[in-house]
C-alpha cells in the first residue's frame, strides 16, 4: 500500500506490512460448483442452546461425514417496504421479496438440525427505505431472525445500513456483543472455533456527520485515490484502486489492534477462525470495486497467525464469488438476498467438518466445499514468516 494511504494506519503496520503477492485462484474452481437446495438433507428438530453433538453426528462419534456443527449464512437482504427497483448499474432488486428470502432462510436452518447460529452479512436495510421507516424495517428484519430457534444470530453493518440510520442505533437494535456503538466483536460459538465479525466501516465517509474527523480523513483519502467529483464512482480507476469509492471502507488502527489480539489468542489456544466483513478480503473472490479499502492490513494481520484464520466470509459484492488464497485461507464472498426474482432464494448452511467447511447453498447461492489445510501444514505456516 502506499505510503500516501492511510498514514492513520502506520501505528499498526508492524511485520506483515508488506505488499503481498498473491497467486490466487479465481472463482469459480471445479468443485466449487451450483447445487440443490439446502434442505436436501433429511430434516431433524433443531435443540435450542448448543448441544453437544450435531443431529446429524452418529453417536457423538467424530466422524468425517457428519458435522460437528452448523451455522447458517445470508447477506445483503436491504430489506425496503417499497416497489422493486434497480442498481445503480441496473441491476433488478426485489426490496420486499428479500424479506421472504430471510424468512426461508431461518426457516430452511430451524428445520436442518445442527446450525448453531447464524450470521447475517450486513446491508439490512436499503438507502431507498424512506428515512422515517428505516428503523421499522431494521426491526422487521431482526424479528425474522428472532424465529431462528438455532441460537444466535450475529450482523454485521453495511454501508446500506448507515445511509438512514445512526451507528450507535445499529449496534443496540442488532444486539451486537461488542458493547455500546460498537460493531466488531469475537464469539467463542463452539468449542475450538471463533467467529470474528469486523467493522468494515469503521474507517469511512458513510454514516458519519462531514465534522467528524474519521470521515474527513475518510474523505482525504478518497481525495487523494479517487479522481471523480462523484466519489461512489470508480470510473477511470484501475484493478484493486477500484475499492476507492465512497460507498466502501476499512478496518481502523484500534480494531486492527483488537483483531492482532484476538487472533494471537486463537492460534494460542488452537482454535479455528472464520472472520466475517461485510467488504470481502480478497481480489480474486470480488469485483474491485467491492473491496475493502485496507483488504491488504487485514490481511497482513491474518498471515501473522498462522493458519488460525480457516475462511473469510463477506457480503456486499452481490453476485458472490470464491478463492483460495496463498495461505490456503478461503475466502467466499456470498450471493445477495435482495437479487433474488419471487420465488428465488440465497442464502446458506456452513456444515463445519473437522477437516473443511460445506457451505450448502440455496439455489442462487453457490455450494462451496472448502478443505481445511492439515494440522501439520498449520503449524508449518504459522512458522512462516508473516510476508511469505
Ligand atoms: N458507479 C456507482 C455505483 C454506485 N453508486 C451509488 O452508490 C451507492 C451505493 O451503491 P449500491 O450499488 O447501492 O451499493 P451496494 O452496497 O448495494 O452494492 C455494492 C456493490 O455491489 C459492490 O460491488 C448508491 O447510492 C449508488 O447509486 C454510484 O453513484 N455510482
New binding site residues.
Partial sequence: MSPRFLPFYLECRGRGGRKQKREARRAPPPHHRRSGRADRYSSCASAAGGGATHPRQRSGMLSATEPLFSFGVIA?V?YADIPDGR???GVPRYYRHSLSVLRRAVRSWNGAGGVRFCVNFG?IVD?FCPRDRSLAAVRAVVREFDAFRGGPAFHML???CLYNLPRADLVRELRMPGGPGRAYYDVSPWPGYRLVVLDAYDFSAVGRARGDPVAARARRLLDARNPNR?K???AGLDGTDRRF???NGGVGAAQLRWLDAVLRRAARRAEKVVLCSHLPLHPAA??P??LMWNYDEVMAVVRRHGRCVVACFAG???KGGYAVDERGVHHRTLEAA?ECPPGTDAFGRVDVYPDRLTLVGSDRMASTEMMLATATARLRSSELPSSA
Fill in positions: 445483503d436491504q442498481s445503480f448499474l446491508d438507502g453495511g454501508n446500506h462523484d461512489n464512482s470508480p469509492v465512497m460507498f470480488a469485483s470495486t467491492g456486499h459484492d452481490h435482495l
